[in-house]
């Protein structure tokens, strides 16, 4: 595990001077980014009733689109889910996060693509790592296993290829398979359903592994933990 530890901080070391250089240049790099936004959502069915083939600034963005809230979208996220593509976004939406929140709704859906995914979750899973290492050069964080404690997910009655649930859960569902060499416990037993169970495989499974470091709801993690405690018979 040393070299694999010492090969994964070398190459999220490399990510260090674009950090740099967003944090040298931020207007220019958000500017950039608009761009791109509009570009690959501008022949979607938000993109053209706004017309984003037209727009060259953020001040056109601004002054063209509407405010836009959970409610304003909501006719778009329900056709989403009944399997329609193209009305939001360029690529297809396969997933709904699913929350509750101060709208009028018991809970919302916001939709999850691929490229948000990669491009804000995981990159930005990848950018803390990066800054951890280069601020702490001789750590050995992945020389033991990465401990996730997520929700569920289950299938979308409305469109059979598409599925909702906890974001932590679609997060896991798809994180890259060599990620699965440093986490515990196994995907099948971090995304069940039935809490109770769940909070006994995971602890039974993860109490004699050599866990560097923990990502979950701090609630929940506190409850992995004691049960832990109680199955090992250790103290704090």
Request: proline share 3%; charged share 25%; aromatic share 10%.
């Amino acid at each position: 595990m040393a070299i694999i530890s010492s090969v994964l901080s070398w190459i999220m070391k490399q990510r260090l001077h674009q950090i740099e250089l967003f944090m040298k240049f931020p207007n220019e790099v958000q500017q950039e980014l608009l761009k791109r936004l509009i570009v690959s959502a501008r022949y979607t069915e938000f993109g053209r009733r706004y017309d984003f083939s037209s727009i060259s600034s953020s001040r056109e963005f601004r002054n063209r689109i509407p405010l836009q809230d959970y409610e304003s979208l909501k006719p778009y996220i329900i056709r989403l889910k009944a399997g329609e593509q193209q009305l939001l976004w360029s690529s297809d939406v396969r997933w709904f996060a699913k929350s509750s929140g101060t709208t009028n709704d018991k809970s919302k859906f916001i939709p999850v693509t691929n490229e948000a995914l990669e491009e804000c979750h995981y990159k930005g899973g990848k950018d803390l790592l990066c800054l951890y290492f280069c601020n702490n050069p001789e750590t050995q964080l992945f020389n033991g296993k990465l401990l996730t404690l997520g929700g569920s997910h289950q299938l979308n009655s409305n469109a059979s290829d598409s599925f909702y649930g906890d974001l932590s859960a679609i997060l896991i569902q798809n994180l890259p398979f060599w990620i699965q060499l440093f986490r515990t416990p196994e995907r099948s037993i971090a995304l069940m359903d039935e809490w109770e169970e769940k909070i006994e495989r995971i602890a039974r499974t993860t109490m004699n592994e050599n866990v560097t470091n923990i990502a979950g709801v701090p609630s929940w993690t506190l409850v992995l933990l004691k049960r832990i405690l109680e199955l090992s018979g250790k103290k704090i």
